[in-house]
Structure formats: C-alpha cells, structure tokens
C-alpha cells in the first residue's frame, strides 16, 4: 500500500509540475506574440546567431523538443535551411538547461509551500483581470503550479531506508551505474516527452538522496537522448531536408552523450572547478542543496561543451546527414497540399506555427502571382503565336491545376489557422490569424479571376475573336498597373504597411479604375464605330476581370494596414 502510494503521489506530483510548465510557457508565449517573426528572422543570418536564437526560443517555451519540432517544421516548408537548423537545434539543447537552473536555484533553497501558493493566487488574480497585462498572470499561475508540483514531488520521494537498498547498490557499480543512469533517462524522458520535466525529476531524486550525484549526471545525458524523439517523430512523412534536420538532432544528441559518458569523471571534474562547493560522486545523501546546483552546471557545462565542439564542423556534419539520408527522387510528389500542425508534447508553440502558415500564404500569393505573369504574357504573344488553340489549351490546363491548388491551399491553410486560435494566443497574435484568414480569401479569389481570364482567352481564340495591336497596346499599362500592386503585396506579406505604402496602394487603386473606365468607353466607341460587337464584350469583360485582380490587392493592402 506504502508503494502505490509513493507511485501516485509522484505521478501527481510530475503532472502538476509539467501543467505548471504549460501554463508559464503558454503566458510567455502569449506575451512575446508576434515577436517571434522576428526571432525567425534572426534564425537566418548564421550560425552563431542560430545558436543563440535557438537558446533563447527554448528558454522561452521551457522545450528542447517543442524548438526542435518547429525547426523539423520549417526546414519542411523551407524557412531554414539544413545548415541554419543546425545551429539552432545546438542552441536549443543549451536553452533547456535553463529550467534545471530555476529548479535548483528556487527549489531547493527556498520553502517552496511558501513560495508556490502566494503565486498561484497572484497569478490568478492578475490573470482574471480584463487588462493589457494578464498573460503576465498566466506566467506567475504557471510560476506557482511548477513550484507546487516540485514541492509534492520532493516531499512524495521515500525516505533512505531498506527498501532502497537496492537503488544505493545500484549507484555503486562504478561505469555499469553510469549506462543504468544512461538508460533511465532515456526511459524517463521517452514517458514524459520532455527533457526539462524529467531533468528535474533527476535533480528532486539526487537531492533526496534516492540516487548518487554521478548517477544523476549520467540520467541527464539518458534525457539527452530521450528528447530526440519527437523531432524524429515529427520528421515522419516530410521532406529529405525535414528527415536530415530531425537526424542532426539525434546524432548531435547520441554523440554528445557517448563521449560524456566515456569522459564522465573529467567532464565532473569541469563542473566540481567552476561551481562552488563540493559534492561526493557515489555518496547518497539526503537534503544537500549543492547537488541540485552542481547537477544543473553539468547539465549547462555539457551541451555548451558539445555546441563548442561540433560548432567549427557544421558544414562537414550537414554533409555528413546528406550522405546518410540520401534525396528520395522515387517519392512521388503528393497529390493534394497537406500541412499538419505542429506541437510539442508539452508546450505548444502556436506562435511559431502562424509564422509557418504565413511563409505558405507568401507561397499562395507566388501561385498567384504566377498565374497573373501568364495571363499578361499570353496577352502580348498570342497574336503573333501559329498554334493558338494549342497555345491556349496548355495556359487554361495550367491555370486550371493552379487555380486547384489554390482552392486546396485556402481550405487547409483555413483550418491550419483555425487549429492555431484553439491555442491560447493574444489579442496581437489573434488579430494576426484574423488578417490571414482574409488574405487567403482574397488571394484564392484572385487564383479564380485569373483562371477566368485564361477561359476568356481560350473562348475567344476559339471563336477567332482575336483582339488587334490597338487594344492590345491599350492593356499594357494596365496591366502593368496590376502587376505592380501585386508585386507591392507580396513583398509586404506578413509585414505592416508604412504610410506612404497605403498612398502608393491607393493611388494604383486609383489609376487602376480611372485605366478601367477608360478602356471600357474605347471598347464601347469601337462598338459604335461598327467593330465586332462580341469581341468587343470580350475586351470589357476581359478589362473587368484584371480589375478585380486589382481589387483583391487593394483589399489586402487595406488588410495590411489594420
């Protein structure tokens, strides 16, 4: 009875403690908000500031594993590149050290009943008031909960006795201590799917004296490893990039761990020079705060460590991950757009999920983009073309499976973003879904008048209704007008437009219109002046068609200013 006891008071105990981490994470999160893009912007310049981009993402969110997900997630879409992934996996692996320090640091030198509950109720009280700051109150609940959660554990651990006689043998075996360490971890961090969870169970054990301090070392290096698997996971079904990302990961990790393991006593010696205070290795012993501390250095000593040594080898370890997971050039491509939306386990990230959605709304706006370069180059080529028909069977097939994809896009990236709002976001963030699910909208519809137009070209080759060098020489600046504010819209996706870009969007708005009725009192004087009625039509119909292309750029340009 004493054991099932012990067992569900510690499994209480970890769950309180890794919903106490959601809950802070999520209050970060929403208090950084759109920040992020930044940060992603960051992610991209080097190595070096991967490295620290990727520590302070993971210090955020409190997850290794959530970062590296993401990571895995947008070298499948194409945001980072296999060599930048690198690094900031390196820096993740170093940013989860941080909730090791917070623990030892707070929760083995201060009464943590004390501390814990006084900020559970604060937090709630800033959280439940309707103003600008509550996700500071989520932070301090989450703050309170982790430190509750941590102070049951402790007080859940069994007392040294005879029923742990066996776990004080165990730690005395010398290297075979050090592999069951190595494979605890492991084991402990594959269950909880989070390293900072499980390092802390290791940190609470060691300072209750259930496991030595060498021991404890050696199930932090076991977590290490553990915390690959969902960025493996996660790689599943991806890319040859995402797959080479998720195995940088996993060998960075079981590498690191290999020589920690075998170079074990210097790697604890480093650690025993820089931290203050001495700890015996093979001793247990209940109630020495030292241990926590020391535990949480070797934790930081040794990812920086392994960050320093693989950092000068990037480039010939991306290559290396190349060899190893070779291009899958029999991989059919897939039928119909798909994106799943990624989390970790633990913390979700849907902060950095919007900025994955909107890298794809820029791809959405290059499909758009692409099929308005066809229409406007058909117009000046098909007159002098010898096969038109042929010409224009191959424009409307082409625009037909892009204006599919389109479609496909809009319905995915819809729910994708909707996924995301089911996440605890701020006002900033929520605001930021909002304007996306309209700029989807508008480009979608956009994909369908350029698809119109193409049926209008096809329809009037067919009918030998070829329009002449006059009113072809008319279109050409306005087109240009379009292409140009369709060009304004895609550079300035997912940014804010600065006030003289809304004059700019206005005044092409503007001279799109004027460039609309003119063109249409041409069409209706040549009408007049006894041209050929429907190919006249044509002509308005085709002016009417580009100028909602036009519109649909306006609407986002306004979008893009609220």
């Known amino acids: 009875m004493a054991v099932i006891k012990i067992v569900f008071g510690m499994a209480g105990s970890l769950c309180l403690f890794l919903y106490g981490m959601k809950v802070m994470s999520d209050g970060i999160q929403q208090a950084a908000g759109d920040r992020f893009q930044r940060i992603l912007g960051f992610m991209t310049r080097n190595r070096l500031v991967g490295v620290i981009t990727g520590f302070a993402v993971t210090a955020i969110i409190q997850s290794s594993s959530a970062t590296t997900v993401m990571v895995v997630s947008f070298v499948n879409a194409g945001l980072l590149t296999l060599t930048q992934s690198i690094g900031v996996i390196m820096g993740a692996n170093i940013g989860t050290t941080v909730t090791a320090w917070i623990v030892s640091l707070v929760g083995f030198s201060l009464s943590l009943s004390s501390l814990a509950l006084p900020a559970v109720g604060i937090g709630f009280i800033i959280r439940v008031i309707k103003w600008k700051h509550r996700n500071l109150g989520e932070v301090v609940l989450g703050f309170g909960l982790l430190f509750l959660g941590l102070d049951f554990l402790t007080k859940s651990m069994p007392p040294l006795g005879n029923s742990m006689d066996i776990i004080a043998q165990l730690s005395g075996l010398g290297f075979v201590s050090t592999l069951i360490g190595l494979g605890a971890g492991l084991i402990i961090t594959l269950i909880t799917h989070s390293s900072s969870a499980s390092t802390a169970i290791m940190l609470t054990m060691a300072f209750n004296g259930v496991i030595s301090y060498r021991m404890a070392a050696a199930m932090i290096l076991g977590a290490n490893i553990g915390t690959t698997i969902d960025a493996a996971l996660a790689s599943i079904g991806t890319k040859t990039a995402a797959k080479r990302a998720a195995l940088v990961h996993v060998l960075f990790n079981i590498i690191g761990a290999v020589w920690a393991v075998l170079l074990l006593d210097p790697l604890l010696a480093l650690v025993e020079l820089v931290s203050p205070g001495t700890v015996v290795l093979d001793i247990l012993e209940r109630g020495n705060s030292l241990v926590p501390a020391h535990l949480a250095m070797f934790h930081t000593v040794f990812n920086t460590v392994n960050t320093i040594l693989f950092f000068p080898f990037v480039k010939p370890f991306a290559a290396l991950v190349s060899f190893l997971v070779k291009d899958d050039r029999s991989r059919a491509a897939p039928e119909h757009y798909s994106l799943e939306y990624k989390s970790g386990s633990i913390q979700n990230t849907p902060e950095l999920n919007i900025i994955r ?53 809009r319905e995915v990236l819809s729910a994708f973003l909707i996924e995301c709002t089911r996440e605890q976001l701020n006002r900033r963030s929520e605001h930021r879904v909002s304007q996306l699910l309209r700029i989807i909208i508008d480009l979608e519809d956009m994909t369908d008048s350029c698809c119109g137009v193409g049926l209008l070209l096809e329809r009037a080759v067919r009918k030998d209704r070829i329009f002449k060098e006059k009113e072809l020489a008319a279109l050409t600046p306005y087109l240009k007008l379009v292409e140009d504010f369709l060009t304004l819209v895609r550079e300035h996706l997912g940014k804010r437009l600065s006030p003289e870009e809304v ?39 085709l002016v009417r068609r580009i100028e909602k292309v036009g519109d649909y750029c306006f609407d986002i340009a306004k979008t893009l200013t609220r």
């Open 503 to 541: 004059e700019y969007a206005k005044s092409l708005e503007n001279e799109i219109d004027e460039s609309r009725n003119h063109l249409r009192k041409l069409g209706r004087k040549r009408i007049e002046a006894g041209e050929d009625v429907k190919t006249e039509l044509l002509f308005i119909d």
């Open 357 to 409: 959605a909107e890298k794809e709304i820029r791809d959405m706006a290059g499909i758009a983009s692409s099929m308005y370069a066809q229409i406007s180059t058909a117009l000046k080529t098909l007159k002098e073309t010898k096969d038109r028909e042929g010409a224009v069977s191959v424009l409307v097939k082409e625009m037909k499976e892009r204006e599919e994809c389109a479609d496909e896009m």
